[in-house]
């Protein structure tokens, strides 16, 4: 059973799971769908266009599925997706897409801290983690178990490679490639994220086939293009450079150097 404070704002449209809870103050627009389980505190805003999935937290004074900060705009119907169990902190704010993509995303099981801004059309994939006040701009995609510290500008069009770490309080200009740390201004290179990555279970195997892989990226002064070559005739059949490469390929902003 639901349930829903009589001093919060809940539209008749609105499509509200089991064991709902929905705080005082909060508002929840027509056509809405929130999954089982999820918590709304009080004064959050849950516009149009938006689903929310099982089991997650939205904090007081966070805005959900608003109109997007682009002029050229003009109402049209776009959305916001959010999975399961993911916890939106307070004051964070989540922009409807624009017809680019017709959808914001955000996956299962992240956590988006305090007063972190994510504009239309970005693309959060599982279990990443964005600490606060962590701006970006539209249509930036972020893979996989992702972390990312605070006060970070995250550049339009950007794309930030699974496993990655970004510190904090660093300009992201450029696509970051998977399995890395990213440092310094300007950000760059700052080797594997060893520790992420041992605790996802990566083989040592791996492990070493991913520094030999960076080595040739970034130490060899050979430009990306000569990179992908040497590396693709270095290793074959092996899943993790793949997901490397094509990531290379993929690039269209071009990605940070050592």
């Given at each position: 059973m639901s349930l829903i404070d009589p001093l919060a704002q809940v539209h008749s449209g609105a499509v509200i799971g089991k064991d709902v809870r929905v705080d005082a103050y909060a508002i929840i627009e027509d056509g809405?769908?929130?999954?089982?389980?999820?918590?709304?505190?009080?004064?959050?805003?849950?516009?149009?266009?938006?689903?929310?999935?099982?089991?997650?937290?939205?904090?007081?004074?966070a805005i959900i599925g608003?109109?997007?900060?682009?002029?050229?705009?003009?109402?049209?119907?776009?959305?916001?997706?959010?999975?399961?169990?993911?916890?939106?902190?307070?004051?964070?704010?989540?922009?409807?897409?624009?017809?680019?993509?017709?959808?914001?995303?955000?996956?299962?099981?992240?956590?988006?801290?305090?007063?972190?801004?994510?504009?239309?059309?970005?693309?959060?994939?599982?279990?990443?983690?964005?600490?606060?006040?962590?701006?970006?701009?539209?249509?930036v995609t972020i893979e996989d178990n992702v972390g990312i510290g605070?006060?970070?500008?995250?550049?339009?069009?950007?794309?930030i490679g699974a496993y990655s770490f970004i510190g904090g309080g660093l300009r992201v200009p450029k696509d970051v490639p998977p399995f890395i740390l990213a440092m310094g201004e300007p950000l760059k290179f700052g080797g594997l994220n060893l520790v992420g990555l041992r605790r996802k279970g990566f083989t040592r195997e791996q492990l070493s086939d991913l520094k030999k892989?960076?080595?040739?990226?970034?130490?060899?002064?050979?430009?990306?293009e000569e990179a992908i070559v040497k590396i693709n005739?270095?290793?074959?059949?092996?899943?993790?450079?793949?997901?490397?490469?094509?990531?290379?390929?993929?690039?269209?902003?071009?990605?940070?150097?050592g």
């Open positions: 809405v769908n929130i999954g089982d389980e999820t918590h709304v505190r009080s004064h959050a805003v849950v516009a149009r266009g938006t689903t929310i999935g099982k089991k997650c937290k939205i904090y007081s004074g608003t109109e997007p900060q682009d002029l050229k705009f003009a109402n049209e119907e776009t959305f916001v997706t959010i999975g399961d169990e993911t916890t939106i902190r307070e004051y964070a704010t989540v922009n409807r897409a624009t017809t680019q993509s017709y959808y914001t995303k955000i996956g299962n099981n992240c956590l988006i801290m305090a007063y972190v801004h994510v504009a239309h059309d970005c693309h959060i994939g599982n279990n990443v983690i964005i600490a606060n006040s962590v701006n970006m701009a539209g249509h605070g006060m970070t500008p995250i550049h339009q069009f950007v794309r892989a960076y080595k040739m990226l970034y130490r060899e002064n050979l430009t990306v005739n270095e290793f074959r059949n092996n899943d993790v450079i793949n997901q490397l490469l094509n990531f290379l390929r993929g690039s269209e902003r071009g990605v940070i150097r």
